[in-house]
C-alpha cells in the first residue's frame, strides 16, 4: 500500500510541474459517469483482497497484489493534462483542473503518511509510525488550509466538484466596460506620487521568477521613505508559503509580508496596490457576484484601494476561468507583458529616478 500511495504521489507531482511549466493543459476533463467507474474499480480493488487475506500461497498473494495495484493505477495515475486517449480510459483525477491539483498532492501526502503510521504499528516499529503520523497529520493540514482558503469542501476538490460552497444556481454577472493601459513610465509616476503602497503577488511572480527585481524595487521605495508591504493570500503561488518562501529567499523583510487577514482593513488607507500576477485571489466576483463559482472565497479586496495596477501577461482568466471584473473597475490599470521584463524595467526606472 505504501509503495502504491507513494508511485501515487510521484505521478501527481511530476504532473503538477507539468502543468507549473505550461507542458500541459490544466483544464479539467469530465468523463460521463465518472463517479460510477471509479466506485466500481475501488469494489474490484476491496475485492481483489478477499483472496489474498484468505489463501496463503505466493502465487495467490503475487497475482491478487498485482491486480489491485493496476487497479490502483488506473485510478490514480490519471491527471487532467494527459493526452485524451488515455483519458479515457483512466478516471479519477480528469475532473480535477489545475487550481486544485496541490489538494490533491497533499491528500496523497496525508494518505502516503498514515500508510506509513500503519506499517509501523505492523511492524512495531516506533519511527515509522511516529515519522507517518507527522507526514500524514501535515498534509491532512495543508490541505483543510486550501479547501478553507478556497471556500471548499475536500470532498468538492477530489470528486472534480466545481463552485464554492456559496455558488448560486443563477447565471453569472456579465462584466462590461473597457479596461485601462499603463506603461512603465506612467507606473512609475504613480508610485512616485503613493506613500503607502501594497504588493499583492500571485502565481505568476512565481512562474516568472520576478522576486528578485521586486525585492529590490521594495528596498529602493522603503530608503524614499514610503511605506511598503506585502499581501500573500493562503493559495497564492499554487500553495500555501510557496510567496513567502519566495520574498524570504530574495531578502525581503518578513515583518512587512502579511497574510490575507492582516492586510485586506488596510486596503481603503492605500494609496497603490501592484497585483503582480495574481487573479483568482484578487477577483471581486467572490464577493460581488452570488451567482459566481468562486463566490464566497476569501479574496484580497485590493479594488477598495485608491489606485490598483494590475500586472499580467493579458487579460486571460485565472485558474478557476472566471472573469476579473476590477481590471475594468475605474481605479485599475493594467501593465500588460512578462512580469519578470516588467519587474527589471520598473525597479531600473524607479532606481534611475531616484538617482536624479
Same mark, same amino acid.
Given at each position: 500500500?505504501?509503495? !502504491? ?107 502516503? *503518511?498514515?500508510?506509513?503510521? #500503519?506499517? *509501523? ?12 503520523? %507527522?507526514? *500524514? ?32 444556481? *443563477? ?35 512565481? #512562474? ?20 511598503? !508591504? ?27 509580508? %502579511? ?53 499580467? !501577461? ?36 524607479? !532606481? ?5
Amino acid at each position: 500500500m505504501q509503495i !502504491r500511495l507513494e508511485l501515487s504521489l510521484l505521478w501527481a507531482s511530476l504532473c503538477h510541474s507539468y502543468l507549473i511549466y505550461c507542458i500541459l493543459n490544466s483544464t479539467p476533463l469530465m468523463l460521463p459517469a465518472r463517479h460510477a467507474l471509479n466506485a466500481t474499480l475501488m469494489a474490484a480493488s476491496v475485492g481483489g483482497m478477499v483472496p489474498y487475506m484468505l489463501d496463503p500461497s505466493y502465487t495467490t498473494g503475487m497475482t491478487c497484489l498485482g491486480s489491485v495495484s493496476a487497479l490502483s493505477a488506473v485510478m490514480a495515475a490519471h491527471e487532467p493534462y494527459i493526452s485524451d486517449s488515455l483519458a479515457l480510459i483512466l478516471s479519477l483525477y480528469p475532473p480535477i483542473g489545475g487550481a486544485d491539483m496541490p489538494v490533491v498532492i497533499t491528500v496523497l501526502n496525508s494518505y502516503s *503518511g498514515w500508510a506509513l503510521c #500503519a506499517e *509501523g504499528f505492523l511492524l512495531n516499529n516506533n519511527l515509522l509510525t511516529i515519522v507517518g503520523a %507527522l507526514i *500524514g497529520s501535515s498534509g491532512a493540514i495543508l490541505s483543510y488550509i486550501m479547501c478553507v482558503a478556497m471556500n471548499r469542501s475536500l470532498a468538492n476538490v477530489i470528486l472534480g466538484g466545481y463552485g464554492t460552497s456559496s455558488t448560486g444556481t *443563477g447565471k453569472p454577472m456579465e462584466i462590461t466596460g473597457t479596461h485601462t493601459e499603463v506603461n512603465v513610465e506612467q507606473t512609475v509616476d504613480m508610485i512616485k506620487e503613493a506613500h503607502n503602497i501594497i504588493i499583492t503577488p500571485g502565481y505568476g511572480l512565481c #512562474a516568472a521568477k520576478a522576486q528578485y527585481p521586486i525585492a529590490e524595487l521594495v528596498k529602493l521605495l522603503t530608503e524614499a521613505g514610503k511605506k511598503v !508591504r506585502f499581501g500573500i493570500h493562503p493559495v497564492a503561488g499554487r500553495m500555501p508559503g510557496q510567496l513567502n518562501v519566495l520574498l524570504a529567499e530574495a531578502g525581503v523583510p518578513y515583518d512587512i509580508v %502579511l497574510e490575507m487577514e492582516e492586510i485586506n482593513e488596510d486596503f481603503p488607507e492605500t494609496d497603490l496596490v501592484l497585483v503582480i500576477g495574481a487573479n483568482d485571489t484578487v477577483n471581486s466576483a467572490a464577493q460581488e457576484d452570488p451567482n459566481s463559482i468562486i463566490a464566497g472565497m476569501p479574496v484580497l479586496e485590493v479594488w477598495k484601494a485608491k489606485q490598483v495596477i494590475v500586472m499580467k !501577461r493579458s487579460l486571460g482568466v485565472g485558474y478557476a476561468a472566471v472573469d476579473n471584473p476590477i481590471f475594468y473597475k475605474p481605479n485599475t490599470a493594467m501593465l500588460l507583458g512578462d512580469a519578470k521584463k516588467t519587474c527589471d524595467t520598473l525597479q531600473a526606472k524607479v !532606481r534611475e529616478t531616484q538617482s536624479q
